[in-house]
């Protein structure tokens, strides 16, 4: 049966109207309707597709400034997908996320941080420095990576000493590149090693999907460092070899 002229008028009609009335759907009602309960968002303007918010959290992440611009194509597959970017207390990123049933795809990820603002959720109490993050992917189940490529640079590090001393001067340890690779086990692995510094140092470090940790290589105190750091490498280290490296290695769990 063919359809009569002026059906398929009615219908491409529609069709056209349908488009627009869904390309113009505003963000802040897309945000009430469909988002999680653990996302919270304020000053919210746009579209569906592509639109911004002036603040939101999620759980106990707060950011601000965050911007989206969605593939539309993208929702055939079941899939959310688009350029997010946004900025934090301390830090920014931007990327390519695509989010499907409990899972999460960042793809040329962008970013950096202090390392104070991440205090609250690594074990890194009272370390200082800057984390720059330049990541090709970044995959995640329930919030948590599962697998990464690419690399993280640490940027004029610096810790507590083991013996406090009354002024609170931090010890410096310089810079240093981490690269995340494929880990045969399932979860995160690679290597590190520094950057110039008062250490020289190189090793490869494991987290897996119990969260647990493991970190070992081989290091050395350069002429700069001082005599605390120097202190702090002969307590946590083995016996130097004939070149002066000292192994060590550190276990855990986050």
Known sequence: MIMPKQAWL?????????AFAINQFPA?????WFAPSELSLAGVEGTIWSASARLGSYEQFYFENLTWELDPIELLLFRITGEIETSFPGGFISTRASFFDNQALLTS??????????????????TEGQINLDLEEISLIDAWPTHALGTITLISVAVPPLV??????????GNHLITLNESPEGGLGGSFNDQGGPIESSGSWMLNMNKDFLIEGVLKARPSADAAL???ITFMTSEPDEAGNRQFSFAGSL
């Open 230 to 232: 120097i202190q702090g």
């Open 10 to 18: 009615g219908f491409f009609g529609l069709s056209a109207y349908l």
């Open 28 to 32: 802040s009602t897309a945000y009430r």
């Open 164 to 173: 406090p001393n009354s002024n609170g001067t931090l010890i410096q340890l």
């Open 109 to 126: 990820l962008r970013g950096g941080i202090t390392m104070s603002a991440l205090r609250e959720f690594l074990p890194i109490r009272g």
